[in-house]
Each structure stands twice: as structure tokens, then as C-alpha cells.
């Protein structure tokens, strides 16, 4: 847990003017709601696989933390009702006139829906909340009777944190702690917070970055130049030669046992909780 002191409306205030220039999935710039759509919805395929066997034809679903709507955009055509909360204005507007489905800006502590779900969803959002035993109640009290929670938080004990030379490791440990995270959890520490909630949980752990970025880390200590990049280019080299070709497809066929490997052993980067009422 970070010491961070912000009130409700401090906390509104940096989601609005600040956190989209600190934050941005492109480096130095920052992303109109199409923009960050656009980006997003490219690496948020992982995501919905997980989601998507949750999803039946009659469910209703909300996402707490949406963003610009890019995983409600997969969902909604797949179930009966989808719905978003996220305190930045700009893309509740974006959902909201141009994807066309409900949205609200305002924290999931602070509203009050008239409806339930069959499904909760939470992506890398559950950390950015001052409580997140609070909101785990107030999401528990949404459910339908056999209703579930699938939340994703960022993994501590991921391997960047550890597993880098000493210099680099704590260049990646201080971009790693950002004051947008009031909480960092591991699996133990997210699997107590949601059996204090009263749910049952099975949690595991995937990795959204490259090979190639966790190179990048590891030589230079320093980010890729987008989120998108550091998700999806698994190139070493840019060149058309025999050599740099095969080096590419070497480094392309390493990428699902890398991917396996960090989810295997819990250093993957994200933390993936499906919770439920365990009656």
C-alpha cells in the first residue's frame, strides 16, 4: 500500500487533467479517446479470452474502470446488457456516443445502479482505489444470485521486479511504483482481500509484454516507446537478410513458451481473480 492521502475529488481531478499525460499508452502524448481506443483494443484480445467464457446470451455485465470502452466493445455483442464506469469524462463521452452503450463517470464506490449483474469486470483498476475491500463489497452487493467477479491487478512479484541487473532492476522497480496505484498485490494478498470479501476465488497469472521488452528492460532499463509495441512486436531486427529473418522467427516461435513461463511460475504481470458467492 502506498501513502498516498487524496480525497474523492482529488482523485476525479488527477483521472481528468493529469493522468492521461503521465499515462498515456503512447510515450509524450496524449491520446484523444479515439487514439486510446484504437491502441487499446489491439492488445485487449488476451483479456476477452479470458471473459468470454463467463459471457452467456442473457447476461448483463458491467466493467468497472472501462477506459474508452475497448473490452465492452467485445462484450457487448455478446450478451444481453453491458454497461462501464470510469472517472475520466472524456471517454464516457466516446462510449457513450460512439460505441453507444451506457457508461457513467463516476467511481463504483459513489453510484448507485438499480440493477444487478451476472458479471463484474475489473481490468488493472481494483489498485487504483483508495479501498479495495470498500469496493469489493459494493461490487459483491451488483451480483445476481450466481453472479461472479473477474478482476486483473498487477502482479508484485512479477519478474522485472526481480529478475533484472541491479541497476536496471531498480530502474524498472521505480516506473513500476507510480502514485496512480494507491495498492500493489500479490497472489496471496489479493486471494486474502477477497476471502475478507466473503468470495471464494481461483486466481492465476498471465503476461501481456514480449520477450522483446523484457530484453528491452533488461539491457537498456527503460520502457518501449508504446504499450502496443511493448505487447505485440516480437522483432529483434529490422534488416531483410537471411540471418535477421530467422532471428525474427526465432524470437517469434520462443514467444508462447515465454508467455508460458511467466504465467507458470507467477511473474507474469498481471494477477487474474474470478471471484463468486461460495454458498
Known amino acids: 500500500m502506498q501513502d498516498i492521502d487524496w480525497g474523492e475529488e482529488q482523485i476525479k481531478q488527477y483521472y481528468n487533467e493529469e493522468y492521461q499525460s503521465t499515462n498515456s499508452l503512447v510515450a509524450g502524448k496524449i491520446q484523444t479517446p479515439l487514439e486510446h481506443f484504437q491502441d487499446r483494443v489491439k492488445t485487449i484480445q488476451p483479456v476477452f479470452e479470458k471473459v468470454k467464457p463467463l459471457l452467456r446470451p442473457d447476461s448483463r455485465v458491467l466493467d468497472v474502470g472501462c477506459g474508452a470502452g475497448e473490452l465492452l466493445s467485445l462484450i457487448q455483442p455478446q450478451v444481453k446488457y453491458a454497461a462501464g464506469t470510469e472517472l475520466h469524462r472524456p471517454f464516457v ?17 459513489q453510484l448507485h445502479l438499480d440493477r444487478q449483474f451476472d458479471l463484474v469486470i475489473s481490468i488493472v483498476t481494483l489498485d487504483h482505489l483508495v479501498n479495495p475491500l ?6 459483491k452487493r451488483l451480483l445476481a444470485p450466481g453472479g461472479k467477479i473477474y478482476l486483473e491487478v498487477p502482479n508484485r512479484d512479477e519478474a522485472l521486479n526481480y529478475f533484472l541487473p541491479e541497476v536496471n532492476r531498480h530502474k524498472f522497480n521505480r516506473f513500476f511504483w507510480h502514485r496512480a496505484h494507491f495498492f500493489y498485490f500479490t497472489k496471496a494478498t489479493l486471494g486474502a482481500l477477497f476471502q475478507k470479501a466473503g468470495l471464494a476465488t481461483a486466481i492465476s497469472c498471465r503476461h501481456e509484454y514480449t520477450l522483446k521488452n523484457y530484453l528491452n528492460w533488461y539491457f537498456r532499463g527503460e520502457p518501449q516507446s508504446s504499450f502496443t509495441i511493448g505487447c505485440q512486436e516480437t522483432d529483434l531486427l529490422s534488416g531483410d537478410s537471411e540471418f535477421e529473418r530467422r532471428m525474427n522467427k526465432l524470437f517469434a516461435e520462443m514467444e ?6 511467466m504465467a507458470e511460475t507467477l511473474r507474469g504481470d498481471t494477477l487474474c481473480c474470478l471471484g463468486w458467492v461460495d454458498s
Do not use: G, V
Open 134 to 139: 470498500a469496493t469489493l463489497l459494493n461490487i
Open 256 to 261: 508462447p513458451e515465454f508467455k508460458s513461463l
Open 93 to 109: 463521452e466516446f462510449i457513450k456516443n460512439h460505441l453507444k452503450i451506457d457508461a457513467y463517470a463516476e467511481d463504483i464506490n
